[in-house]
């Protein structure tokens, strides 16, 4: 049974900092490519972060560069999402996601907001 469940999301004070993992199962991790998502209310999901299947290739948002860094541990079958210098517009249900040709899989979402 493919799994992929997210952890780590939580209530922080703008500038904090979190790290959300996701933790994969049923499937052949190191050969997906990973990615993190993320959906506020009323909006649209948004890419955020992506990394390739070894991990050599990473890609952000503008909107999070040099604030937010995506790593993977093929040997736990984790992706990680660390998260720095929060913004309060970082407030979002944040989600994992797997992709390999025609194969995806996503988590059911981790809540991070954003607040003081």
């Known amino acids: 049974q493919v799994q992929l469940v997210e952890s780590g999301g939580n209530l922080v004070q703008p500038g904090g900092s979190l790290r959300l993992s996701c933790v994969a199962s049923g499937f052949t991790f190191s050969i997906y490519h990973m990615s993190w998502h993320r959906q506020a209310p009323g909006k649209q999901r948004e890419l955020v972060a992506s990394i390739s299947n070894y991990g050599g290739t990473t890609s952000y948002v503008d909107s999070v560069k040099g604030r937010f860094t995506i790593s993977r541990d093929n040997a736990k079958n984790t992706v990680y999402l660390q998260m720095n210098s929060l913004k309060p517009e970082d407030t979002a249900v944040y989600y994992c996601?797997?992709?390999?040709?025609?194969?995806?899989?996503w988590g059911q979402g981790t809540q991070v907001t954003v607040s003081s």
């Open positions: 996601k797997a992709s390999f040709v025609n194969s995806e899989h």
